[in-house]
C-alpha cells in the first residue's frame, strides 16, 4: 500500500541555519510528491510538489527532489527564516490522483 | 488559483449537540471533496470521500451516523457532528480538487480548517 514515513520533530533551529526534513515513501505505480505547510492556526498550503522521478520543486526557498531509487522526497532550505516556523507535512498522491497520504508532519520553531 | 472556504474556523460547542461545518469552493466546481481530521501532534487522517448528488464513502473506522456528510451542490459540501461529545474535539481540513485541472496536476485545494472543542 501507500505510504509516507516522515523525519519526526520537533526541529529547532536558529536563524539562518540549513533545514533538511527527511521525507520517505512506499507507493504502488508512479505517484506525486507534495510538502505542504501549516501555519499556526491555519490550514494546510502547498508549498512544493513533484510529479515524477528526478523533478525539483521548489517554493520560497524550499526544495525538494523526487528520488525514486531512494523513494525519498526530503525537504531543504539554505537559510531558514523565524517566519518559516510552522508544521511540514510530506505527502504522496496516488498515481490516479484520488486519494492523500499524509507523513505525520514536523514541527519546526526558528529562534533569531 | 483555487480557493476553498471552510466555516466556521472555530466552534465550541456543548457535549450533546451537533455542529455542521461547511466547504465550499469558491471559483471552481468540485464534485469530489474529501474530509480530514488532525489530532494534537499527527498527521491528517482521511474521514471520507464526499461525492456530489451521492453518498459519501467513509474510511474504515469512522462512523457515518456520527459524521454526517452532504455534497448538495458542485461548490458545497457539508460535515455535521452529530452528538458531539468531548472526543470529537479536534481540527477537521476539508480539500477539493478542481476538476477543471489537468490530473497531472493534482488540483487539490484545502480548506482553513475548523477547530472544534466541545465542553
Known amino acids: 500500500g501507500n505510504s509516507v514515513t516522515q523525519m519526526e520533530g520537533p526541529v529547532t533551529l536558529s536563524e539562518e541555519a540549513f533545514l533538511t526534513i527527511n521525507c520517505t515513501y512506499t507507493?504502488?505505480?508512479?505517484?506525486?510528491l507534495f510538502w505542504y505547510v501549516q501555519y499556526p492556526g491555519e490550514g494546510l498550503q502547498l508549498l512544493l510538489k513533484?510529479?515524477?522521478?528526478?523533478d525539483k520543486g521548489s517554493n520560497k526557498g524550499f526544495e525538494a527532489t523526487y528520488r525514486k531509487e531512494t523513494t525519498s522526497f526530503h525537504l531543504e532550505k539554505g537559510s531558514v527564516q523565524v517566519s518559516d516556523s510552522a508544521v511540514y507535512f510530506c505527502?504522496?498522491?496516488?498515481?490516479?490522483?484520488?486519494?492523500?497520504?499524509f507523513g505525520t508532519g514536523t514541527s519546526l520553531t526558528v529562534i533569531p | 488559483g483555487a480557493v476553498v472556504s471552510q466555516h466556521p474556523s472555530r466552534v465550541i460547542c456543548k457535549s450533546g449537540t451537533s455542529v455542521k461545518i461547511e466547504c465550499r469552493s469558491l471559483?471552481?466546481?468540485?464534485?469530489?471533496m474529501f474530509w480530514y481530521r488532525q489530532f494534537p501532534k499527527q498527521s491528517l487522517m482521511l474521514m471520507a470521500t464526499?461525492?456530489?448528488?451521492?453518498?459519501?464513502?467513509?474510511e474504515q473506522g469512522v462512523e457515518k451516523d456520527k459524521f454526517l456528510i452532504n455534497h448538495a451542490s458542485l461548490t458545497l459540501s457539508t460535515l455535521t457532528v452529530t452528538s458531539a461529545h468531548p472526543e470529537d474535539s479536534s481540527f477537521y481540513i476539508c480539500?477539493?480538487?478542481?476538476?477543471?485541472?489537468?490530473?497531472?496536476?493534482?488540483?487539490?485545494?484545502f480548506g482553513s480548517g475548523t477547530r472544534l472543542t466541545v465542553v
Open positions: 480539500s477539493a480538487r478542481d476538476q477543471g485541472s489537468r490530473v497531472s496536476n493534482y488540483g487539490y485545494t
Open positions: 507507493a504502488t505505480g508512479y505517484p506525486s
Open positions: 513533484a510529479t515524477k522521478a528526478d
Open positions: 505527502a504522496l498522491s496516488d498515481q490516479a490522483g484520488n486519494q492523500f497520504y
Open positions: 471559483d471552481f466546481q468540485a464534485t469530489t
Open positions: 464526499s461525492n456530489e448528488g451521492s453518498k459519501a464513502t467513509y
